[in-house]
């Protein structure tokens, strides 16, 4: 009964990174739908107004669940690795730890540069009244296209962090298996 917990928590745990970085893939496409429009400038000829629009709910939501994505896609990697007993056991290298590398590369960078995407394009959706703007009492509207891109920066590391994680807990899982029934002769 033992043996079947570990893999129903790397289950658990992948359903959980994949279900998150979904949802933030879609709170991403449902920001870009509501963004504000052009048409909806207001411009006095000194001054500008922009209302505020759902587009920064849906990106804040994208933030968190990417967020936790990676928290929890992280602590899935810390376990596979913390719990492996390493005595006796080769320490592989090259080829595997290369990808393992590629991906945690891939990862963290597309998760700083979608948080830095998401949170600025977030912020911008925010009601910008007059004199005041976005920044420096001006306004500014979120391009076409922003949401969308960090919507696929999610997905690229959301998707890495869940390979990381996989890679992490099953090598984990192959070595307690062999503990547990060392090949014969």
């Not at 745990?13 to 909806?40: C, D, F, H, N, P």
């Not at 960078?109 to 979608?114: D, E, I, K, Q």
Request: proline residues 2%; aromatic residues 8%.
């Amino acid at each position: 009964m033992g043996n079947r917990r570990p893999g129903l928590a790397a289950l658990l745990l992948s359903l959980a990174i994949v279900s998150l970085g979904v949802a933030a893939a879609l709170s991403s496409i449902a920001a870009e739908i509501k963004k504000t429009k052009l048409r909806q400038l207001k411009w006095d000829g000194k001054l500008c107004y922009l209302p505020g629009s759902d587009a920064f709910k849906y990106g804040v939501a994208a933030l968190a669940c990417l967020s936790v994505a990676q928290v929890v896609g992280y602590a899935a990697i810390c376990a596979g690795f913390c719990s492996r007993d390493r005595k006796g056991v080769e320490r592989r290298k090259g080829k595997r730890l290369t990808i393992k590398a590629a991906l945690f590369v891939v990862s963290w960078t597309s998760f700083g540069v979608a948080t830095v995407v998401l949170g600025a394009a977030a912020s911008m959706s925010r009601d910008q009244p007059y004199r005041r703007g976005w920044l420096n009492g001006e306004c500014y509207l979120v391009r076409d296209g922003v949401f969308v891109a960090s919507a696929v920066l999610v997905a690229i590391a959301s998707g890495s962090t869940l390979c990381l994680a996989v890679m992490s807990m099953k090598k984990g899982r192959i070595e307690q298996d062999l503990k547990l029934h060392p090949q014969a002769g």
